[in-house]
């Protein structure tokens, strides 16, 4: 075999056409040898001679894409000093673009032995680990562009791709869980009619199934276990080709980029799938012990953990900066995909023991010409000190608003002393979120996620059922902000169904009223329901996966959720792109007259009102008038006036039309409740009755404010009639008429 010197760069296997590339970075290694697997498992051996700043290379001519490999790092193995290398193990390339195989619970996987932890163990892992895959760069994107939706006009939908797709009955069954069924048209069209614009695909990098786990007969679902950055997860390949996933992968993006939705990626950088002392010797431990991972100062053999999983990335080494760097670039430029959404994103920022929001990960995210623009999504919290930083992130962030979850929770099932979170929450968050010359944007707005209740779950139980899981319960959280309505589970009493279907609804014109970015989570607009269990992480089975078999109450669900996001899309009122100018968090009008809030009784409300602990009703007036912003070609942006009346009491309340206009004439154009049948015409002074527990919304067109804009355009312009082109300004176009008949109940 010839073996060239090779280069350092680009680290890990790179195919050039005629040959491959194999770059590792090993400060602390005395010798690597590349160890390549044929078919039948026999192993060949090359030794890296070459080294340049801690990387050994070499090139070998004719290996092609397919070719499996490893590499043996020999060094030392001194834990007490945070060195574990132990050449018995053949080890992941941290830069493999594909993975084969999986992690087995064999002896040969760890370096101590079982029997006595004081041993070390070194037994041959080959044939019990997973080995890399040196795969083709090339692909037809053709056409691929990205959607590039702006923030403000986007809807996230957070998808499990094998749940998603595991029962769909129009995806063929040799489809379904993989790429290829989650790029089949059948799904693509489902989330394009609903009105989503981005997919948020839970984690697809390639991860480890806990042996644990396996022992009990479950799996890691969830996949927050990483061990390969580079390498889209094997077991959702559709061929089980060797390398298959990367361009079946690659075929989903270009599918979704077609239909006009983007790619995001949750992504896992804060830990790896090793975990602590204890865990098996895969890939960074034996290569790099103290560069990969942050270790206790003073006690080197153990990990610092904030992440629950028994390590952290060290984040104040270059070499784990470099890493993660790398693979965010490889996943926009090479991948295609449009975004991430960082799981606990607090940990990626400590450098020492603090969260800094100086840190040298903020630092070049902030620099990097690509990394910097695409979507960046955070999870902004960590189990460690200090973790919880919901609206303590740079200006490039968005963040997942753990705060609008839990006002919103509190104040539907009836909460005290909420009034003034609620309108905080509803209107952008600017509490959390302007001090840092962030957006309303800046806010992605949830109700639920896959960490929890599923929202069906969520007005259905009151306590978790995590028995499945195997914990004892002891798994999952105890605080989930939820309220079944009076019966635990499934129940047959119709007022307690009725109710829990205009909660669900509730919680849906909420969100999708609200500022910010809204995500759905998987499954929500079908009133998905995993029977209570609020942690279904190992649950890779029917608990979990999305039930298509659809009846009444999910058509309704369906339908409802379809038509709000209608309405929301065309309605630029309830996607504002800047705060409202006046104090939106404690009512009063502002000075542009952008928004207002009201008594149920037509009255402003006052610091009284909004103080007053059991008040759980209010009106919100939006002026489509006074949307300050201008659209993409600099025009102003004139929208429909709207009432949003909101009753989370136990009462039915009657709601008075306030004097916003005297020629105000308001039209009801969804109610959350199904047996309020929508109708007639409001003025000033007017009663509308709005049933405990829901939202009804009402439309003024604002012809007053539209007459005005194409008056002064045409004055602009020196000539009479109507102004057309380019130069129109932009208005709302949904009418209630419409809306009614997506949203209207079919019991009506």
């Not at 930083?389 to 705060?403: I, M």
């Amino acid at each position: 075999m010839e073996i060239w010197p090779g280069k350092p760069y680009p680290l890990g296997a790179t195919f050039d056409g005629t040959g491959t590339n194999f770059a590792i970075f090993s400060s602390v290694a005395e010798m690597i040898e590349l160890c390549l697997i044929d078919d039948d498992g026999k192993e060949s051996r090359v030794e890296l001679r070459e080294v340049d700043a801690f990387v050994w290379h070499c090139y070998l001519p004719g290996i092609r894409p397919g070719q499996r490999y490893g590499f043996r790092v020999h060094g030392p193995f001194d834990p007490e000093n945070g060195h574990r290398c132990d050449p018995s193990k053949i080890l992941l390339d941290p830069y493999a673009k594909a993975i084969e195989g999986q992690v087995d619970n064999h002896q040969a996987n760890f370096s101590y032995d079982f029997h006595d932890h004081t041993q070390r163990a070194q037994l041959d892992s080959l044939g019990h680990t997973m080995l890399s895959v040196v795969v083709n760069p090339f692909f037809d994107w053709g056409h691929d562009r990205p959607p590039k939706h702006e923030y403000h006009n986007t809807i996230i939908y957070e998808a499990h791709l094998k749940g998603m797709t595991a029962l769909h009955p129009d995806i063929p069954e040799d489809l379904r869980g993989t790429y290829m069924g989650m790029a089949h048209p059948a799904m693509v069209n489902y989330l394009k009619d609903l009105g989503i614009t981005a997919v948020e695909l839970m984690p697809i990098h390639q991860f480890v199934n806990d042996t644990s786990l396996q022992d009990k007969g479950l799996s890691n679902y969830w996949g927050y276990n990483t061990i390969g950055f580079f390498a889209p997860q094997n077991t959702y390949s559709s061929s089980g080709e060797v390398g298959s996933q990367v361009e079946e992968f690659k075929a989903m993006v270009k599918a979704y980029h077609a239909a006009d939705i983007e790619v995001i990626l949750d992504v896992v950088y804060n830990h790896t799938a090793e975990g602590n002392h204890m865990g098996p010797t895969l890939s960074f431990r034996g290569i790099d012990n103290r560069a990969y991972y942050r270790l206790v100062d003073g006690d080197l053999a153990h990990y610092f953990d904030t992440t629950g999983t028994g390590n952290s990335l060290n984040m104040s080494s270059p070499h784990s900066l470099q890493l993660i760097m790398d693979s965010l670039r490889y996943w926009v430029v090479d991948m295609h995909v449009d975004g991430f959404r960082f799981d606990l994103a607090s940990t990626l920022a400590r450098e020492l023991h603090a969260v800094d929001k100086l840190s040298a990960f903020f630092d070049i995210i902030q620099q990097d010409p690509i990394i910097s623009q695409v979507k960046l999504i955070a999870e902004p919290w960590d189990v460690g000190e200090g973790g919880y930083n919901v609206g303590e992130f740079p200006p490039l962030w968005t963040e997942w608003n753990g705060n609008y979850r839990d006002t919103m929770r509190d104040f539907w099932r009836g909460e005290p002393a909420v009034l003034s979170q609620f309108a905080s929450r509803l209107t952008g968050s600017s509490d959390l979120y302007e001090h840092s010359g962030r957006r309303p944007f800046a806010s992605i707005n949830f109700i639920t996620a896959h960490d929890g209740f599923t929202l069906k779950d969520l007005v259905s139980y009151n306590e978790k059922h995590n028995e499945a899981n195997g914990e004892g319960g002891a798994d999952g959280s105890s605080d989930n902000k939820s309220w079944n309505m009076g019966a635990e589970g499934p129940t047959d009493d119709p007022q307690i169904i009725a109710l829990r279907r205009r909660q669900m609804k509730n919680f849906f014109t909420t969100l999708l009223s609200s500022q910010g970015v809204p995500m759905i989570s998987h499954g929500d607009e079908l009133a998905r329901t995993q029977e209570g269990n609020n942690n279904t992480y190992c649950q890779d089975n029917e608990l979990s996966w999305m039930n298509w078999e659809l009846g009444e109450e999910q058509v309704e669900m369906h339908a409802f959720v379809q038509a709000l996001i209608k309405l929301r899309n065309d309605h630029p009122v309830f996607r504002r792109r800047r705060f409202f100018k006046g104090d939106a968090g404690r009512g009063g009008e502002s000075e542009r007259g952008d928004i207002m809030w009201f008594t149920n009784n037509g009255s402003i409300m006052k610091d009284e009102d909004w103080d007053t602990w059991f008040a759980r009703s209010l009106m919100v007036y939006l002026n489509g008038g006074r949307i300050a912003e201008p659209d993409a070609r600099g025009s102003k942006v004139i929208d429909d006036d709207f009432l949003l009346a909101y009753n989370a009491s136990a009462e039915d309340l009657d709601f008075t039309i306030p004097g916003t206009d005297t020629n105000a004439i308001w039209r009801p154009v969804l109610c959350t409740d199904a047996d309020r049948e929508l109708g007639g015409e409001y003025g000033i002074g007017d009663v509308f009755p709005v049933t405990s527990r829901s939202i009804t919304i009402l439309i003024r067109h604002n012809t007053t404010e539209r007459n005005l804009m194409e008056g002064e355009l045409r004055s602009t312009l020196n000539g009479p009639g109507s102004v057309t082109g380019d130069g129109a300004p932009t208005v709302g176009t949904l009418s209630e008429t419409s809306v009614r008949d997506h949203v209207a109940s079919p019991h009506r």
